[in-house]
């Protein structure tokens, strides 16, 4: 299976920039998503990321290495309400199509 | 679109009762998922589902069932609880589209306690 590896907690500053970084072990890799968690509730999507680069979606943006085995999530303009756990999961390509999911980073964004 | 739905949302079970959570998806998606996470744990997968008929295990399926009879339904049976197997689950569906894109669709959550 994969190894997904992300901090387990960070804080930041309301209106500040913070990126959350993932790493995985590249074998078999297809494509890593990002999901924001608020706490009890159901992951939500953010991102997924196939090809090497850097996608935005407005104040979010996710980067995908896969000859690093490296992603990080970039959250602009902090907002209070951003305020949750960010999963990082990385699927595997091949007939079974099974997300790995990470811990998940505790991100406490403070005025 | 009601998406993925599972029920029930909250149950509190006895060690040794036997309970079944049900999820059903309307989206016709092909995977399924059952995932359950633990306090300050990410989602580790319990079984999953490729299509109708087709079931496999995950990485901690011991203790579960599953089934999936037709392509909305993907129902989890717990036999004898645990307390261990007290936990939040999560179902959750897709269909594979490889460089196109993908979503993971996830139900709200079954918040378990086995006492």
């Known amino acids: 299976g994969q190894n997904i590896d992300q901090p387990t907690e960070m804080t930041a500053t309301e209106g500040a920039i913070v990126q959350i970084n993932c790493t995985y072990q590249?074998?078999?890799?297809?494509?890593l998503f990002w999901y924001q968690q608020h706490a009890g509730e159901a992951p939500t999507f953010l991102s997924y990321?196939?090809?090497?680069g850097l996608e935005e979606k407005g104040r979010f943006s996710s980067f995908l290495s896969r000859s690093k085995g490296y992603s990080y999530l970039l959250l602009k303009e902090l907002q209070m309400k951003d305020s949750a756990s960010y999963l990082c999961?990385?699927?595997?390509?091949?007939?079974?199509?099974?997300?790995?999911f990470g811990r998940g980073t505790s991100l406490i964004v403070h005025p | 679109n009601a998406g993925v739905t599972q029920t029930p949302k909250f149950r509190i079970l006895k060690i040794g009762q036997s309970m079944t959570l049900q999820c059903t998806q309307d989206?016709?998606?092909?995977?399924m998922y059952w995932y359950r996470q633990d306090p300050g744990m990410g989602l580790k997968l319990i079984y999953y589902?490729?299509?109708?008929?087709?079931?496999d295990k995950g990485e901690v399926p011991n203790g579960y069932n599953v089934s999936r009879s037709t392509t909305e339904d993907f129902p989890l049976r717990l036999e004898l609880a645990a307390p261990s197997q007290t936990s939040v689950y999560f179902c959750?569906?897709?269909?594979?589209?490889?460089?196109?894109?993908?979503?993971?669709?996830f139900g709200e959550g079954s918040w378990l306690t086995v006492v």
């Open positions: 959750a569906s897709t269909t594979f589209q490889g460089l196109a894109g993908n979503t993971i669709y």
């Open positions: 590249t074998s078999g890799f297809n494509g």
């Open positions: 990321n196939v090809l090497d």
């Open positions: 999961a990385a699927s595997l390509s091949g007939g079974s199509y099974i997300p790995t």
């Open positions: 989206m016709n998606h092909n995977y």
């Open positions: 589902s490729v299509g109708a008929g087709i079931t």
